[in-house]
Structures are given as C-alpha cells and as structure tokens.
C-alpha cells in the first residue's frame, strides 16, 4: 500500500438523488484525516437481477452528481463501471474505478480502467478463488494503474446465500497495494427466482469485525439514510445512522 492508514469505502448503492448522497458524505467527512474516505454510489447497475429493477441515472447525470458530492465535500469519488468505453470519462469526475465482481476478468474493461491512471479496485469474483485473483490484477497493472486494490465480497455455494472465507483476506494481500472487505455485499442473499436479491443487515458488523481480525486494509459499505426505501441492495445494507459507531470501532 502507498499509504498505511485505513481504507473507508461507502456510500448508496446506486445513484437515486442528491439529498440521500449528501446526507451520507456529511456523514464520512469527519473520518477524514483518520482513514483514506471516498464517497461510493453507481450511475448505473447493469447487473440487477430484473429488467423491471432501477439501475440509475446513466453516465451523464451521474458523473454530474459525483462530481457535485466531490465539490462540496472534498470527498475523492469512487464508482462502477460495466463497459470499456466508460473509463475515461468516468475518469474525468471519479478518483478510483471498480470493477465489479461478475466482470472481473473482462481483460479489456480492467486495462481500459488501469490507462487512465486512476486506482482501480477490483471485487472477487463469487466464483473464484482468492489466488485466481492474481490474474486480474496483473492485467490492470500491466495497463499502467497507480494502485490495485481487491475487495472480498464472499463466494456463492449454490443455496441461497455467499459464504466469506476470511482466509482470503491474508491469502490476497501479497497480490494488490490493498485488500478490502465489503461487508455488506457479503451479507446478500441472491434469489433470482423472485426477481430481487435479498439480504440480512445485521450481519454487517460481524462481518467488518471479522475482516479486521484477518488484517483487512480497509472496508466497503454501501449504506442508507432508510435502506427499506432503497432502489437497490436495501436488505444488506447498512443503515447510515449505525455507520459511524462501526467505523469508530473499526478505527
């Protein structure tokens, strides 16, 4: 890592208004200087389970709300990005690109991400395994990225759930500059037979503790001023008023 201090990731799922972002990077500003904070949200979910199901408000708009948070909080800015086309002007407005875990190695989309010379963090795959995740991370270094980071998001068994096997925490960190837990990620419940993913809130905390005690370098929220209102991931999500009591305990 470039730096030693903990890494904070959080923010809404998805981009819904300026109200609910504003009212969570109000909340992250006081971590700043105590851990390296970047504000997350998407412009747009390509990958929800149904094609009724909101995605965002698209590139244009959404860069232009990421860009507003950023102006007015001094928050670097972290978003998705599905297709190679997106780097760059993505690039313009956000300091870090992720790539998200069902995409990961999609060789074009991670070195499109590294040319633009911005950090790339990189979700595992539910699929692979953690020394499987060397491979994406050589393709984005190889694409010139300043930073490589992994975030551990658990693997799917096939029963309705993930599973995290925090061992991969420590088995991926001689692979990335950092190595990240996403908590509430981890907490879902896939259930495509009933058009939405679910999920179970209250194992969030747990799951950050966890991720501590295996040395993560940071960790990944999405969280909510009302997560039962929420367009999307609102059962795993963490709700914003618990945020900064977990965080303090984590830091």
């Known amino acids: 890592m470039q730096s030693s201090e903990t890494i904070l990731i959080a923010g809404p799922c998805v981009i819904e208004s300026a109200d609910v972002m504003e009212a969570v990077a109000a909340r992250l500003v006081p971590f700043c200087g105590r851990a390296r904070v970047y504000f997350k949200a998407s412009f747009d979910k390509a990958n929800r389970t149904s094609l009724n199901s909101y995605r965002g408000p698209g590139l244009e708009r959404g860069l232009e709300l990421l860009a507003a948070v950023k102006e007015k909080f001094g928050l670097p800015v972290l978003t998705d990005i599905h297709e190679a086309w997106q780097a760059a002007p993505a690039a313009e407005v956000c300091d870090v690109l992720q790539i998200p875990a069902f995409l990961c190695r999609q060789t074009d989309l991670l070195v499109a991400a590294a040319r633009t010379g911005r950090i790339v963090n990189i979700k595992k795959a539910q699929f692979l395994s953690a020394e499987d995740m ?39 960190k001689p692979l990335a ?56 991931d609102g059962p795993n999500m963490l709700n914003l008023a618990e945020l900064p009591a977990l965080v303090e305990e984590l830091l």
């Open 134 to 172: 060397r491979y994406p991370v050589e393709k984005a270094r190889d694409g010139g990225a300043p930073e490589v980071w992994l975030t551990e998001r658990g693997n799917t068994f096939g029963y309705g759930a993930l599973v995290v096997d925090f061992r991969n925490l420590p088995k991926m």
């Open 177 to 232: 500059d950092a190595v990240l837990m996403d908590c509430t990620h981890a907490c879902q419940e896939p259930a495509g037979a009933t058009g939405r993913t679910g999920g179970n809130s209250a194992y969030v905390p747990m799951m950050a503790r966890a991720a501590k005690a295996f040395g993560a370098d940071g960790y990944f929220f999405e969280t909510h001023p009302a997560p039962e209102t929420a367009l999307s």
